[in-house]
């Protein structure tokens, strides 16, 4: 009897030895997997990054993190305005193709309500994804992905949010005739306005705080700075440091820059000083190209925020992952925003859970040559009555009523010569490629408040410069 008692308490000794050591094997394996952070920044000019030719506007910590990392120089998101542009980047697929085509301005498609004006329950986002491969989640700054409870962060794949869900606010606190979309939310309650400060270092504070608490999971964050969207608040010390600037806009603008760019070396500060700095992955993007109303600076490409120009939709993009991705790196194929869902699992050795297929493509075989073609066969968008498509250099803009447009963006880049008549058929085999991608998406579920003369004019070729471009925001 004592020695089947003795043999009991043994295999059950062994049994408990084994179920921590496969805990302790399953926590380590957590660990090993490496954060991730978004760091999307709004409305910024292609040429304010001095990474990107920007040499008003010092931005030196944006600069060294693309220094140690991959710089992208044919990077592009899927939309060129804000809602849409974060839809697709979330999902990792065409927004067109759940009905999210425009902002949440205009009205609703017949059929839909304004309850449905949001990014769709039925597709699975970056927070759902990461979560369910072992990752805690937070969303942070803006969310302009719809303000109905079913379409809240919290409800989204994310575990914390902390910001607002409209497309714009305040850089500062708001006294008067808070709107609901202005509010600050810090997960279920509403954060008081009279503990607001500054939206971007507020923001970083936040990340800082999620970054710096002890547990077991990798964790994934979401920073979506609303900098430099308007309003161009300017916080004091930085409108005095620009005094050089004589334009007060411009000046107001350079401010916000300023401020993203300290507070992204102050986030990056903290990594390095918990030690994280080797094993978080880092992904930079903008939202969509400058905006006409906030003083950016698109450098030499043609168009702004709205449009299917290069303006519109080539951004700034880089990926840092420190001994797993080159250092001080340039790729030049064309990528997509919508890569960076992909990359991330991928990164995390997970498994998408979600059973729509993602558009976008695991960028790390191509970035470091284990794949030498392109990550795509063609790029497209389309909002509105605008289209376009990019296949190789091959640029082709479509819009109702205004001739076919088409480009060599390997001889230029600012689209300025229309090649067209010249190459009938490449214009043929582009609108084939592109009519056959529409066939895969819906309908848009909501309007735009701008109309398609808007539209029509902006992607004129009789529509040069700035000044004409701001007239068809």
């Not at 001095?50 to 060294?64: C, F, K, L, R």
């Not at 899927?78 to 009205?107: D, H, I, K, W």
């Not at 992905?145 to 914390?160: I, S, T, V, Y």
């Not at 350079?254 to 507070?263: P, V």
């Amino acid at each position: 009897m004592k020695q089947d008692i003795l043999f009991t308490f043994i295999i059950t000794a062994l049994l408990i030895s084994a179920s921590a050591c496969n805990q302790k094997k399953a926590a380590n394996t957590e660990q090993q997997k490496p954060n991730v952070i978004i760091i999307l920044s709004d409305d910024a000019g292609y040429a304010d990054y001095g990474a990107y030719g920007g040499t008003q506007i010092p931005t030196p910590n944006v600069d060294s993190l693309i220094a140690s990392g991959v710089k992208f120089t044919n990077a592009y998101v899927s939309a060129s305005v804000c809602a849409p542009s974060r839809a697709g980047l979330l999902t990792g697929r065409y927004q067109q193709r759940f009905g999210f085509e425009n902002n949440m301005s205009g009205e609703p498609a017949e059929g839909f309500t304004r309850e449905d004006m949001g990014m769709d329950p039925k597709e699975n986002t970056f927070g759902d994804e990461m979560r369910a491969n072992g990752y805690r989640t937070m969303a942070i700054g803006k969310w302009h992905l719809g303000d109905q409870a079913k379409h809240f962060p919290l409800n989204r794949g994310f575990d914390e949010f902390f910001g607002f869900v409209g497309g714009h606010r305040s850089f500062f606190p708001i006294k008067n005739n808070i709107t609901e979309e202005e509010k600050i939310h810090d997960n279920k309650r509403i954060f008081p306005e009279d503990s607001v400060g500054y939206l971007t270092d507020l923001w970083t504070d936040k990340a800082i705080s999620f970054i710096k608490k002890k547990a077991d999971k990798p964790f994934f964050i979401y920073l979506a700075y609303n900098a430099v969207h308007t309003p161009v608040d300017a916080k004091k010390e930085w409108w005095d440091k620009f005094s050089n600037i004589p334009d007060s806009g411009r000046r107001a603008y350079a401010a916000l820059m300023a401020s993203l760019d300290e507070n992204i070396g102050r986030l990056r500060q903290t990594l390095k000083e918990q030690n994280l700095d080797d094993n978080t992955l880092i992904l930079f993007l903008n939202d969509n190209g400058g905006a006409t109303t906030n003083f950016s600076d698109n450098g030499p490409l043609r168009g702004m925020k709205g449009s299917v120009w290069e303006g519109g939709v080539r951004v700034a993009m880089s990926m840092v992952w420190k001994n797993k991705l080159p250092q001080n790196a340039v790729y030049e194929q064309p990528v997509n925003s919508l890569d960076f869902l992909p990359t991330a699992l991928a990164a995390a050795n997970g498994k998408q859970i979600g059973k729509n297929p993602l558009d976008g493509k695991n960028l790390i075989p191509f970035i470091t040559n284990q794949q030498k073609e392109a990550p795509h066969d063609a790029l497209y968008w389309r909002r509105g009555i605008a289209a376009g498509i990019r296949e190789g250099n091959w640029k082709l803009i479509r819009v109702e009523s205004n001739p076919i447009l088409l480009f060599d963006l390997s001889k230029d880049l600012s689209e300025t010569n229309n090649l067209a008549k010249e190459h009938p058929d490449v214009v043929k085999h582009l609108l084939d490629k592109l009519a056959n991608w529409e066939k895969g998406l819906s309908k848009p579920h909501w309007g735009s408040s701008y109309g398609p003369k808007n539209m029509i004019m902006k992607h004129r070729m009789e529509t040069v410069g700035r000044d004409m471009e701001r007239m068809y925001p």
